[in-house]
């Protein structure tokens, strides 16, 4: 079964050690997550899986193959102390819209920046997205993304695993509840410690990351 939440893009793992979180991944699934290409600033690389459909998750870190950046790597990608499901993208029809929405309900979900992302075979992708400063805490509240005309990740043939269930929890859910970043996109929560963990089915079964 697929149960991909609405207007899901994706969802990010992140991760200070890419190969060897990439090289567990393929152990656990069975299923090799193909190298999306480099983040040129940030300092940053990835390799996506398909979710099924218009979704897809990344796992996101530092790259070897570039300088330090001046800045903050893209999701705090270094911050976490191992493997970490941060954040949670959503694609709404109209990102200018969502944003304006979002300010209206008392939510800033912040302004949107252009980023890009060179694949191996040389296209780049351009996406128009709000804030992606996570820290070593993964962020219930998605931020929103528009790739423009831009070849979305999902439709490049990539591997699928199919997504089951999304969970998050909180100290406060109510409090998140009212925090939604673009209409009918939260996630069920539960109080607890704040985390997000994903389940999809493999070759090797059900497996659990977060």
Not at 14 to 39: N, Q
Not at 151 to 156: I, N
Not at 200 to 207: A, C, E, I, R
């Amino acid at each position: 079964m697929n149960a991909i939440p609405p207007l899901l893009d994706h969802l990010v793992l992140a991760t200070p050690d890419l190969g060897t979180t990439v090289a567990d991944f393929t152990r656990r699934t069975g299923v090799t997550p193909v190298p999306g290409g480099a983040h040129p600033g940030p300092g940053t690389r990835n390799h996506p899986v398909g979710l099924g459909g218009r979704s897809h998750r990344e796992i996101i870190g530092p790259d070897p193959e570039q300088p330090e950046p001046a800045g903050p790597r893209t999701f705090g990608a270094d911050r976490p102390a191992g493997p970490t499901v941060l954040t949670r993208a959503i694609s709404p029809p109209d990102l200018d819209a969502a944003i304006s929405g979002a300010r209206t309900r008392g939510v800033d979900p912040g302004a949107p920046r252009q980023m890009s992302r060179r694949t191996p075979d040389g296209t780049v992708l351009r996406r128009r997205l709000t804030g992606t400063d996570a820290g070593a805490v993964p962020d219930p509240v998605p931020f929103l993304i528009d790739w423009g005309d831009s070849r979305h990740p999902a439709a490049s043939g990539l591997p699928v695993t199919p997504l089951p269930t999304v969970s998050a929890s909180v100290p406060d859910p109510e409090a998140v509840r009212t925090r939604p970043a673009a209409p009918g996109t939260s996630l069920d929560l539960t109080e607890g410690p704040t985390a997000l963990s994903f389940t999809v089915d493999t070759p090797n079964g059900p497996v659990v990351f977060g």
